[in-house]
């Protein structure tokens, strides 16, 4: 498989200090990939999810862990959907699982199970809160700009 890269340049016009500068950047970038491990989507297909999902709650979720430090409460969650806090949340997710198989049918998307939004479920059986992993943070945050 090969991947398109749009980041094209001629080194060759680039100042010593503009190259080390780079160099440093991108050795930072991989040493955090290798802490982290790899990111289950891309920013671009990150943007298509969200642009797949619109204005839903599990879009202002996504959203909202790339704000954050990759969580959601469970209060907020109930907040996005417009109801009170004292309900259930099953299949809170499907929406997210059905947008990721409706982009891999179409083609250049992985399936990704399950899909980036992930439940803590804490020591019961009830979500506590919503989490985007780790290593899918920094391409989610690159998706939405934040």
């Known amino acids: 498989m090969s991947l398109p890269i749009t980041a094209m340049f001629d080194p060759r016009r680039l100042s010593t200090e503009?190259?080390?500068?780079?160099?440093d950047a991108l050795t930072a970038e991989l040493q955090g990939r290798d802490e982290l491990g790899e990111s289950s989507l891309r920013p671009d297909q990150f943007e298509?999810?969200?642009a797949r999902l619109g204005d839903c709650a599990q879009a202002k979720a996504l959203?909202?862990?790339?704000?954050q430090d990759g969580r959601v409460s469970r209060e907020k969650v109930f907040e996005f959907l417009g109801r009170?806090?004292?309900g259930r949340l099953n299949?809170?997710?499907?929406?997210?699982?059905?947008?990721?198989?409706?982009?891999?049918a179409a083609g250049d998307f992985p399936v990704v199970t399950p899909g980036p939004l992930h439940v803590d479920y804490g020591t019961g059986v009830s979500?506590?809160?919503?989490y985007v992993r780790a290593a899918d943070l920094p391409a989610l945050r690159a998706a939405v700009g934040t």
């Open 18 to 23: 503009e190259l080390h500068r780079l160099r």
């Open 48 to 50: 298509r999810l969200l």
């Open 63 to 67: 959203r909202a862990a790339a704000a």
């Open 84 to 86: 009170p806090a004292d």
């Open 91 to 104: 299949g809170f997710r499907k929406p997210i699982d059905r947008a990721v198989t409706a982009l891999a």
């Open 127 to 130: 979500a506590e809160a919503f």
